[in-house]
């Protein structure tokens, strides 16, 4: 899967762009809605007419916080917000506000879980790592360049600034990774984290998380790193990771056929498989940065913080250890359930129903999900209730049905919505645990075989199967497999 050539070692840094969920923009009151007709949500502020003077929403600051806090992100006290001079038509004031050289955090650590893969993209053994966070700064986003027709005949292009003025989260790492599934795991780590605490959607088909790879590769033993280039046009955490390890190799190859990398930005083209160059990236761009002098200094006391920090969920990690602890889960499982917050929280109430966490966790896992994944559906929109699922596990573990029975159960309570005792009652399911009904049918297996009985007896113990399958063939598949295969035993070398 890493196609690492001997000898060349990869440096990595990554720039995450997450869209902070408010519901006005960061420093007007329009709305951050998609899909509304182009250009409905604007105002002076945000169109960048002149006069026009920015506020600072706080309900922005406040997801920031709960961003950095996330990621375990000290915020400074006082921060500044700059102007980021460029030109682009979906610009409109000629600058971004951003911040610069006092942002909102700086200078953090992250510690992150990753692994290597196998061939089949299986992570090999989970190990800790840390990574630098350079800074996480609030600054405002740009809006949208739109293109329609064909080029050269009827292309026309428009400008949508609905988009001009959503607070966005910007997150950039040193360039501490050296592969790319290093990169893969910090980026869902970070999204995972936005998520939990309802700082962002971070969905990045949607574009509300965005993610930039600076890539470059060097000679192992060399102390200065290579030329970097960076890659855009990132959809998703996979599509990341493949065009990281396409540019590795390109970047390889050149070098070792004697040509050097260039500083460029590069776009990846999933259907080709391929990084495509954008514009280079030689001349440095100077910004003339310069505090925004619209803006008071963004002044973020302790106590806010403090208020933020409690109203915080039980963050992923803490609530993995707690799994493990309270409910005896392997590392791996409660890895898993910690994924995603609700995935979490339907485990707990499957669990607390089921009164048999580890198996309310085996069948959430491996047939629950099996179920969602192919009806295209996420935890929260299960037809199946956590305290049915945690029915389901109790009738199992009471021998009122068998495990195998239990399946279909599950595959027909997804169907249709039916709670687990109804479905077993409806399909006349219930396994008899019954020793005398058991004993019983046995005994008439005996009567009917005296061959094969005798030849049992005689030594040949391989028939013992031969017994099970007609003992359940003659209770119809209800009987309780342990308890007649107990009593098989009894009664066979009686
Ligand atoms: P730029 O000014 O081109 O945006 P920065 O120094 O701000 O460059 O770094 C941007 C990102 O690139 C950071 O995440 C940083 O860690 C990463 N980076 C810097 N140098 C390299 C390099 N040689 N190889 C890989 N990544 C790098
Ligand atoms: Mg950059
Ligand atoms: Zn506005």
Known sequence: MCAMKEGWETVIGLEIHAQLNTE???FCGCSTRFGDEPNANTCPVCLGLPGALPVLNRRAVELGARAALALSLHVNERSIFARKNYFYPDLPKGYQISQYD??????????????????????????????RITRLHLEEDAGKNVHEGLPDVDRYSYIDLNRAGTPLAEIVTEPDFRSSWEAYDYVNHVRRALQWVGASEADMEKGNLRCEANVSVRRIGDEKFGTKVELKNLNSVRFMQRAIEFEIERQIALIESGGRVTQETRLWDERAGETRVMRSKEEAHDYRYFPEPDLPPLMVSPEFIEGVKNSLPELPDVRRDRLMKEYELPFGDASHLVTDRALADYYEQAAAAALNPRAAANWLRSELLRELEAANQTIDQSPVPPAELGALVRLIDEGKISGKQGKEVLVEMFANGTGAAA?????????????GEIDAAIDEVMKSSPAQLEQYRAGKETLF?????????????????KVVNERLKEKLSA
């Open 102 to 131: 006092q942002p909102f955090s700086e200078r953090g650590e992250l510690e992150i879980l990753t692994a290597e893969r196998d061939e089949g993209g299986r992570p090999r053994e989970w190990r800790p790592m840390k990574v």
């Open 24 to 26: 006005s923009k960061i």
């Open 423 to 435: 479905v077993v009652a409806e399909r006349g399911l219930v396994q008899v645990s019954d020793a």
């Open 465 to 481: 199967g031969f017994f099970v399958g007609q003992v359940m063939k003659a209770m119809k598949g209800k009987g309780n497999p």
